[in-house]
């Protein structure tokens, strides 16, 4: 709590001085280098400083962390009035911040319509751990695909995130979290300064990331580049239900690391659990993550398992699972269902779920059960949801202590 105070953003008339007159304008964020300068270059900058007035855009956006022009001291203020007058470089509107009993911060965020449409709302949630923090981002709003176990997946696709929606959930999160400490620095300091909050960053909120590719292409870029947000690529993970394509292009177009919903082992039940497996069958899947660039026992691909009591937990699917994943560098990751209002699954027991991952585990694999985050405030894996479909508060508070009844405080 103390943090929210500290950090202060919360102070929207000076970290968003333009977030509402300027909503419609174009932003800034998300563009590839190139995109800026022609941006830059279309609304009259010299042709000749293009490249000098990207890197400083570039900086101040992306290490420095500013959401005002006026913030840009090394730029001219006749430069800074242009960019005022034509584009944005705001961030959105905060709904609302919930923060979990472990510590886990979910944002419901809104996106300006910019120009067409209605406004959009997203969840972004944090997870802070030992030596770490993840920022799991979504991609898109609602999702397209049924996934018979997914929260998300009740929720009809409203529309894909642009790449500015994407990389402005890093930023947004950054600025709450007191994560731009090279905001304040003198001009010319060595930047970025060490001990970030965001250390990782997954694709694993809503949407389905590969279905909406080129955008998350975009932002995985920028939020890569060295220049800038600098997040290595082995930290950055993109989580798909298996979009087969557009893995192979994932792997050769971006270089991040690649996580599978696979959640069952023959074709039949995932056909059910994740129908998407009726387009792309589990042997072009695989095929696909066997050819999934870069691979080593130090460059793994992340598998995804959710355990579901009686569906897809018992030890003879443990061992179906080793052997289709034999000759990939895999680790399994078994996330226990986390339920929602209405949701027909149950989660495994826990005794069930152990002795699935020590099979796994004897089998050579590593096989870290995934810890419920933020199941308190409705922030674990499947249970976002936007604004458009929320629960009703009272339904939700109902909801909230049942959880907290059913799995305790620390759960
Ligand atoms: N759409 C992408 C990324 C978002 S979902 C995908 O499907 O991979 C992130 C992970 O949470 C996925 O592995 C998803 O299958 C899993 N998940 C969805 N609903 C869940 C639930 N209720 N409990 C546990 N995990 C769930
Ligand atoms: Fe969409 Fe992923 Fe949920 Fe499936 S699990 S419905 S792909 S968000």
């Given amino acids: 709590m103390d ?16 977030a509402l007159s300027f909503e419609n304008r174009p932003s800034l964020i998300g563009l590839t280098r190139e995109e800026l300068a022609e941006a830059l270059v279309e609304k ?13 855009v570039w900086h101040w956006l992306y290490i420095r962390g500013i959401s005002d022009f006026d ?13 005022k007058t034509h584009f944005t470089i705001a961030r959105p509107e905060i709904v609302e911040e919930q923060i979990s009993n472990d510590g886990t911060r979910k944002w419901l965020l809104r996106f300006p319509p910019r120009g067409a449409g209605r406004p959009v709302e997203v969840e972004t949630v944090y997870i802070p751990e030992e030596g770490r923090g993840t920022l799991c981002i979504s991609s898109q709003v609602g999702c397209s695909l049924t996934c018979d176990f997914c929260h998300t997946g009740t929720q009809r696709l409203v529309r894909n ?26 001009q010319g300091a060595i930047v970025p300064a060490e001990g970030r909050k965001v250390t990782n960053v997954v694709m694993m909120g809503m949407g389905e990331p590969l279905y909406n590719f080129e955008n998350v292409k975009r932002a995985l870029l920028v939020a890569s580049d060295g220049d800038g947000l600098s997040l290595s690529k082995r930290r950055i993970t993109l989580s798909t ?18 996580a599978i919903s696979l959640h069952a082992t023959n074709d039949e039940l995932r056909d059910k ?7 792309y069958p589990l042997k072009e899947l695989m095929e696909a993550c066997r050819a999934y660039p870069g691979l080593s026992n130090a460059r793994r691909i992340t598998f995804e398992y959710v355990m579901l009591k009686g569906v897809n937990d018992s030890l003879a699917d443990a061992k179906n699972l080793i052997k289709l994943l034999k000759g990939v560098p895999a680790k399994i990751n078994l996330i226990p269902f986390n339920p929602w209002p209405g949701s027909k699954y149950e989660c495994s027991d826990w005794e069930t779920i152990e002795a699935f991952a020590d099979f796994i585990n004897q089998a050579g694999y590593a096989s870290p059960i995934r810890t419920p985050r933020g199941r308190d405030i409705l922030a674990a894996c499947g249970q976002l949801k936007s604004e458009s479909e929320r629960m009703r508060k009272t339904e939700r508070l109902a909801f909230e202590a049942m959880m907290i009844a059913n799995h305790g405080e620390d759960d």
């Fill in 241 to 258: 239900s298996g979009v087969v394509p557009e893995i192979y292009r994932t792997g050769a177009e971006t270089g991040v690391m690649l």
């Fill in 273 to 279: 659990l994740v129908p998407i497996n009726k387009k």
């Fill in 3 to 18: 943090m929210m105070t500290a950090v202060s953003p919360s102070a929207p008339t000076s970290l968003m001085p333009d």
């Fill in 44 to 56: 009259g900058v010299p042709q000749r400083q293009a490249k000098m007035r990207v890197q400083q």
């Fill in 71 to 83: 913030h840009m001291l090394n730029v001219s203020k006749d430069l800074r009035q242009l960019l």
């Fill in 161 to 186: 995130l642009t790449s500015e929606e994407i990389i402005s959930q890093l930023l947004l999160a950054r600025d709450r979290l007191g994560d731009f400490p090279d905001r304040e620095a003198p």
